[in-house]
C-alpha cells in the first residue's frame, strides 16, 4: 500500500497546488477594484439574518426548489458534496493506514461504524446519480440547438456543463467500486447500512490491487474534479455561499444601492470629487461583491427565463450581462493585476483593454442596457443572489454622467425633473387640482403637518397630474375619510421622489430631489406615509434612509386592507366580474406586498379573481421601471402587449393592479387591443382601491 499512499500524495499535492494558483488569482482579480466595506459590515451587524439566509438559500436550497424537477435534482447533488465528504475522510484515511499497518480498514473515529451513515453515504451517492439522469434530460430537452432563445440554456457555456456532469458521474461509479471492493475484502467499516456497496461487494471479487486501484481513481477524479471547477462555472460551489453572505437583506430587492467611490457614498458638493469616477466605466471599476457576482453565475437561465425584455426579443439576458463581464474580466486579467500597465502590450491587447463597458463596440451593448425595466425578475430567480440590476445601475450612472449618453427621449423627462419638479413638466400648482373633485376638504401642509392628522398621503406625480392615476388617488382619499383617517397632503410642496432619475442612472438629479422632499418632510414633522405609487412607496421607504429621511411608510393597499380587517371599510355592494390581478413589480418583488391587494378583492361581494400564469414572484412586467415609462420601445414585441396577452387568456370583466405606471402602461395596450377587435370594450384597468369604494359606496 506504500505506493498507493505515495501516487495519492502526489497526484493531491498537485491538485491543491493548482487549485490554490487558481483560487489566489481569482482573489487578486476580484480585489482590483473599489472596495465594498458597507456590505462587510452589513453582514456583520445582521449576522442573525444572514446565518437563516445561509441554512435558508444555500443548504435548503429555496430558490432552486421553485423549480420542482431541477430544484430537487441539484438538492441531492449539492448534499452529496457535503455528505460524501466522510467517504474522502474514509478514503485518505484508508489509503494512509493502509501504508502504515497493510489493513486499509480505517473508520472515522466514534461514527465511523454506524450503519445509519452508511447507509446515507449510499443513498446520497444513488440521489446524486440520479440527479445527472435529471440534469442531463433537462439539458437535452432544453436545448438551445432546438429552442433558441426560448432555452434558459442559451448564450451558455454549454461544453462545461457537460464536462461537470460527466466528472461528477466518474466520482459517483469509482465510489461504489472503490467502497464494493472494501466491502469483498472485508475493509468497508460498515457490516449494514450501506446497501449498494454491501451488495457490489457481494459480487466483486476480493482483490487488493482492485481495491487499491478504485482507490487512487476515485481520489484522482475528485481532484481533476477540483481543479476543473476553480477553473469553470462549478466556482459557484465555493462562492455561492459567499455571494449570499453579502447580497443586500431583507428578503426583497428594495433599495437600489448608494452610488460609492473608494467605498464611500458621493458628495456632490465635493470639490475633489472627479466626475470620471461615477458609476462604471471600465471592468476595473467593479467591486469586490460584483466580481462575485460574476464567479458565482451557474448559467442556469432562469433569470434569462423570466427577464421581461428578452422574453419580448429584446437583445438584454441578464445571464448574458453577467457572463459577458466576467469573460472580459478574464481577458484583460492579466493587465488589471500588473496595475493596467500596456506599455508592452501588443495592439489587440491594447484594443481589449480600451474596449469601453457600454458602446456600439463594447462588452455590453447600449440596447442591452437600456432595454432593463429594474423588475428584478432576474434578482428573484437567480439561485446565488447574483444583483444584475445593481450592474446595469452602475454602468447607466457612468453613461448618463460621464458620458451624457442615454435614450434622447429621457432627456425630456430629465429636463422636466430639473425645471418643474416632475416627469411631464407640469406646474406644481396642478399637484392639488384633483381635491377639487371631492366632497370633503384635504388638508393641505402649509408648514407643520396637522396635529390631528395621522398620515400624510404622498399623492406622487402619476397621481397628482395624470388623469387616470387621479381616479385611484381620489378612490384612497376617500377611503380614508370614510375610515375616519385623519391625513393631509404636500400639494405644491410635493416634488418627484426621485425614483425616475435614479433609475435612469442620474444619481445627482435623485440626489437633489430626494434632499429637497427630506427637508420638506422633516420641516413638516412627518412620521407616516401613505402613498400609492409603489415607486414612490419603494423610495420613500427604502431609498430615502440613505440620505437621512427615515420614515413610517405604507403602499395604500396595505393600510386599505388593514382598515377593511379592523371592521373600518365594509365592502357591501356586490361587484359581479371576473378580475385578474397584476403585480406591480415595485410593490411585489421590490416589497414582498403580494397578499394584501389579492384580500381587498377578495372581501369584495361578488368578484371572481383568476391569477394569470407568471403572478406573484414570477409576475410579468408591465414595461414601465427602470425609468422606460418615458423611453420609446423600439425593439422586439412591447412588454405591455405581452402582459395584456397574457392577462386575456383569463377572460376578464377587469384588469386589477396597484401602481399608476402599471394603469398607464396596461391601459394602452387594452386600447390598442380593442381597436383591433382582440378584446371586449367593456374591458378596463382599475385599481384596487376603486374597486373597494365601489363596494364601500352604497349606490344612489
Keep these: 500500500m506504500l ?19 487558481r483560487t489566489m488569482f481569482l ?97 446520497i451517492a444513488v440521489a446524486c446519480l440520479l440527479g445527472l439522469v435529471a440534469f442531463a434530460v433537462i439539458r437535452v430537452r432544453n436545448s438551445p440547438k432546438t429552442l433558441g432563445r426560448r432555452s434558459r440554456f442559451s448564450g451558455s457555456h454549454l461544453g462545461g456543463a457537460w464536462l461537470v456532469l460527466f466528472m461528477i458521474f466518474n466520482i459517483i461509479w469509482t ?65 455561492a455561499p459567499l455571494n449570499v453572505l453579502f447580497s443586500r437583506r431583507p428578503d426583497a430587492l428594495g433599495a437600489a444601492p448608494e452610488l460609492r467611490v473608494d467605498g464611500k457614498p458621493v458628495d456632490f458638493e465635493d470639490e475633489d470629487l472627479d466626475p470620471e469616477r461615477l458609476g462604471r466605466g471600465k471592468i476595473g471599476d467593479t467591486t469586490w461583491k460584483g466580481f462575485l457576482d460574476f464567479y458565482s453565475c451557474t448559467e442556469c437561465g432562469r433569470c434569462q427565463s423570466q427577464c421581461p425584455a428578452w422574453n419580448t426579443d429584446k437583445p438584454l439576458s441578464p445571464k448574458m450581462l453577467i457572463l459577458d463581464q466576467r469573460d472580459h474580466a478574464f481577458k484583460v486579467a492579466p493587465y488589471l493585476l500588473a496595475g493596467a500597465s500596456t506599455e ?25 442596457l437600456w432595454s432593463c425595466t429594474n423588475c428584478g425578475a432576474c434578482v428573484e430567480q437567480c439561485p ?31 429636463k422636466n425633473l430639473e425645471n418643474k419638479g416632475n416627469p411631464w413638466g407640469m406646474s406644481e400648482m396642478k399637484r392639488a387640482d384633483w381635491i377639487a373633485e371631492l366632497d370633503f376638504e384635504v388638508e393641505v401642509v402649509e408648514d407643520k403637518m396637522p396635529e390631528d392628522a395621522e398620515y400624510l398621503f404622498w399623492v406622487g406625480c402619476a397621481g397628482a397630474l395624470e388623469d387616470r392615476a387621479k381616479k385611484t388617488t381620489r378612490a384612497v382619499a376617500e377611503l380614508l375619510h370614510i375610515a375616519g383617517v385623519k391625513f393631509a397632503v404636500l400639494g405644491p410642496m410635493e416634488a418627484c421622489s426621485g425614483d425616475p432619475a435614479r433609475r435612469l442612472g442620474m444619481e445627482y438629479l435623485f440626489n437633489m430631489l430626494a434632499q429637497q422632499n427630506i427637508e420638506t418632510l422633516n420641516e413638516a414633522g412627518v412620521k407616516k406615509i401613505v402613498a400609492t405609487c409603489p415607486h414612490c412607496f419603494n423610495t420613500l421607504a427604502n431609498e430615502y434612509p440613505q440620505l437621512g429621511g427615515t420614515y413610517e411608510v405604507v403602499h395604500h393597499t396595505q393600510l386599505l386592507a388593514k382598515l377593511v380587517d379592523e371592521g373600518r371599510l365594509t365592502p357591501i355592494t356586490p361587484i359581479e366580474e371576473k378580475i385578474t390581478y397584476h403585480d406591480p413589480c415595485f410593490l411585489g418583488r421590490h416589497n414582498k406586498v403580494y397578499s394584501q391587494p389579492r384580500d381587498i378583492m377578495s372581501k369584495v361581494p361578488g368578484v371572481q379573481t383568476q ?70 370594450e367593456s374591458l378596463e384597468v382599475v385599481d384596487v382601491a376603486q374597486l373597494l369604494i365601489k363596494s364601500v359606496k352604497t349606490p344612489s
Design 344 to 368: 508592452h502590450a501588443d495592439t489587440d491587447v491594447l484594443a481589449l483593454l480600451e474596449k469601453p463597458l457600454v458602446g456600439e463596440d463594447g462588452v455590453i451593448h447600449p440596447d442591452v
Design 27 to 123: 482573489y487578486k482579480l476580484a480585489t482590483v477594484g473599489p472596495p465594498a466595506p458597507e456590505r462587510v459590515e452589513y453582514a456583520r451587524a445582521h449576522a442573525a439574518d444572514e446565518a437563516k439566509a445561509q441554512l435558508v438559500e444555500v443548504f435548503g436550497q429555496k430558490k432552486l426548489l421553485k423549480w420542482t424537477p431541477s430544484g430537487v435534482a441539484h438538492f441531492f447533488v449539492m448534499w452529496a458534496f457535503f455528505i460524501l465528504l466522510t467517504v474522502y475522510i474514509e478514503a485518505y484515511g484508508a489509503i494512509i493506514q493502509g501504508a502504515i499497518t497493510g489493513r486499509p480498514d480505517f473508520h472515522i473515529p466514534l461514527i465511523g461504524q454506524w450503519a445509519v451513515l452508511g447507509f446515507l453515504q449510499d443513498f
Design 611 to 680: 391569477e394569470m400564469h407568471r403572478h406573484k414572484d414570477r409576475g410579468f412586467c408591465c414595461g414601465a421601471g427602470g425609468a422606460r415609462m418615458w423611453m420609446e420601445e423600439r425593439i422586439g414585441k412591447r412588454i405591455n402587449t405581452e402582459r395584456v396577452d397574457e392577462a386575456l387568456t383569463t377572460d376578464p370583466d377587469t384588469v386589477s393592479t396597484a401602481c399608476p405606471f402599471c394603469m398607464v402602461m396596461l391601459g394602452d395596450a387594452i386600447n390598442e387591443k380593442k381597436n383591433s377587435g382582440e378584446a371586449k
Design 3 to 21: 505506493w498507493v499512499a505515495i501516487i495519492g500524495l502526489i497526484m493531491t499535492v498537485l491538485a491543491v497546488a493548482a487549485a490554490g494558483r
Design 384 to 414: 446565488v443572489d447574483i444583483e444584475h440590476i445593481d450592474h446595469i445601475l452602475d454602468m447607466r450612472r457612468y453613461q448618463v454622467m460621464v458620458e451624457s449618453s442615454f435614450p434622447s427621449e429621457a432627456g425630456v423627462m430629465v
Design 175 to 239: 465510489l461504489f467500486l472503490a467502497r464494493g471492493a472494501a466491502a469483498a475484502n472485508g475493509n468497508l467499516p460498515y457490516s449494514s447500512g450501506a446497501f449498494v456497496s454491501i451488495a457490489l461487494g457481494d459480487v466483486l471479487p476480493a482483490s487488493h490491487l482492485l481495491e487499491q486501484i478504485a482507490l487512487l481513481l476515485h481520489i484522482g477524479f475528485m481532484l481533476v474534479f477540483l481543479v476543473i471547477v476553480v477553473n469553470s462555472k462549478h466556482l459557484h460551489i465555493f462562492t
